[in-house]
Antibody, heavy 123, light 106 residues
Framework: EVQLVESGGGLVQPGRSLRLSCAAS????????MHWVRQAPGKGLEWVSG????????DYADSVKGRFTVSRDNAKNSLYLQMNSLRAEDTALYYC????????????????WGQGTLVTVSS | DIQMTQSPSSLSASVGDRVTINCRAS??????LNWYQQKPGKAPKVLIY???SLQSGVPSRFSGSGSGTDFTLTISSLQPEDFATYYC?????????FGPGTKVEN
């Protein structure tokens, strides 16, 4: 059974840092790209960052570029998000998601999600 | 970045109704369009990928259509468990942006 379990969220002051983790199990982790998606309270989904299976392709939303760093450790089946210079607008539930693909290998979608870890940025 | 819009932002419907949700991309994304359903307190669930392919296990009352910039999610006969928020998402670029969502209410 595929499982994604996020951790590391909490209450943090503006300007401080936080590191999120996502522990994966039930599948071959290094076969898949992984992503972070967040959802502010009562708001919609916002794609945050993604990393390819070998860390060769990394991308960020403009809203976090230069402040957040995504990484992965395939030996530990883990995904990470280092969040620096946090702002109030970063307050959200952060999900990690697996980027699955169809049988052709051309089409991608988030096929498994964790339950999220809540980050609250407030003084 | 590719911007995604959805219409309407919310709609009121009854069980048995046919429901249509629209999604538009700011540039052509071919068929790289997914639809997700999210219920309160739950992670999103993929319904449709590649614009019109039904994810395994998803009821056939859900269907998707479109290509290029304009896409549609249709629920042929709304069921009680379908009241939720629906999001489109493009996967044409590595920045996998979502639409703002459409809330389907009773």
């Amino acid at each position: 059974e595929v499982q994604l379990v996020e951790s590391g969220g909490g209450l943090v002051q503006p300007g401080r840092s936080l590191r999120l983790s996502c522990a994966a199990s039930g599948f071959t982790f290094d076969d898949y790209a992984m992503h972070w998606v967040r959802q502010a309270p009562g708001k919609g989904l916002e794609w945050v960052s993604g990393i390819s299976w070998n860390s060769g392709v990394i991308d960020y939303a403009d809203s976090v570029k230069g402040r957040f760093t995504v990484s992965r450790d395939n030996a530990k089946n883990s995904l990470y998000l280092q969040m620096n210079s946090l702002r109030a607008e970063d307050t959200a539930l952060y999900y990690c998601a697996r980027l699955g693909f169809d049988s052709s290998g051309f089409y991608y979608y988030f096929d498994f999600w964790g339950q999220g870890t809540l980050v609250t940025v407030s003084s | 970045d590719i911007q995604m819009t959805q219409s309407p932002s919310s709609l009121s419907a009854s069980v048995g109704d046919r429901v249509t949700i629209n999604c538009r991309a700011s540039q052509s994304i071919s068929s790289y369009l997914n639809w997700y359903q999210q219920k309160p307190g739950k992670a999103p669930k993929v319904l449709i990928y590649a614009a019109s392919s039904l994810q395994s296990g998803v009821p056939s009352r859900f269907s998707g259509s479109g290509s290029g910039t304009d896409f549609t999610l249709t629920i042929s006969s709304l069921q009680p468990e379908d009241f939720a928020t629906y999001y489109c998402q493009q996967t044409y670029r590595t920045s996998r942006t979502f639409g703002p969502g459409t809330k389907v209410e009773n």
